[in-house]
């Protein structure tokens, strides 16, 4: 089954850039979406297609897919950034499945 | 303005069932694909179960596959699972949300809280 790889953690400090990566074999070849998850609340998506932004989410907010690894940008990071989040992808390969990564938290310093 | 409003969870004791309820409001149903995606408590997401707009095409996760249903119906708006045989790991908060076919998730509900345990 296809896995996708994120750091536990990662800290940033505000008005700096965070960079959240995802690790998966060839993921360059798939697309990728990214979610945030604030404590007590549903996911939201941030990124989907690897670089697109829906609607309501800021510039600030953008995303990359080449080789084995996805990143999630977010410039000039914010308190209000620091959730965990999650990439996710769909593998086809044997049976249709939906696989997220184990998430990232964003720490704001 | 989109709303999904998961109900039906609860307390169970290991084997029991339970049938989870997604009602949707603010978009046309029939035209969307929907999931599952369920949370442990303090772990990360995990895909439970997709359906099609129409129904034709139905996927789950092997961990819940032969145990877990899927359905929906397209006239009350609303998305179902059913889950038999459930076991302790199945603790989780189940989200609904609205999917574009085979790729993202969005929006999403807030989520039921399934427990199980004796």
């Known amino acids: 089954s296809y896995v996708l790889t994120q750091p536990p953690s990662v800290s940033v400090a505000p008005g700096k850039t965070a960079r959240i990566t995802c690790g998966g074999n060839n993921i360059g070849s798939k697309s990728v979406h990214w979610y945030q998850q604030k404590p007590g609340q549903a996911p939201v998506l941030v990124i989907y297609?690897?670089?697109d932004r829906p609607s309501g989410i800021p510039e600030r907010f953008s995303g990359s897919n080449s080789g084995n690894t996805a990143t999630l940008t977010i410039s000039r990071v914010e308190a209000g950034d620091e959730a965990d989040y999650y990439c996710?992808?769909?593998?086809?390969?044997?049976?249709?499945?939906?696989?997220f990564g184990g998430g990232t938290k964003l720490t704001v310093l | 303005e989109v709303q999904l409003v998961e109900s039906g969870g609860g307390l169970v004791k290991p084997g029991g069932s339970l049938r989870l309820s997604c009602a949707a409001s603010?978009?046309?149903?029939?035209?969307?694909?929907m999931n599952w995606v369920r949370q442990a408590p303090g772990k990360g997401l995990e895909w439970v179960s997709s359906i099609s707009s129409s129904s034709s095409y139905i996927y789950y996760a092997d961990s819940v596959k032969g145990r877990f249903t899927i359905s929906r119906d397209n006239a009350k708006n609303s998305l179902y699972l059913q889950m038999n045989s459930l076991r302790a790991e199945d603790t989780a908060v189940y989200y609904c949300a609205v999917a574009d076919w085979l790729n993202w998730f969005d929006p999403w509900g807030q989520g039921t809280l399934v427990t199980v345990s004796s």
């Open positions: 603010g978009f046309t149903f029939s035209s969307y694909s």
């Open positions: 297609y690897d670089s």
């Open positions: 996710q992808v769909w593998d086809s390969s044997s049976d249709h499945r939906g696989v």
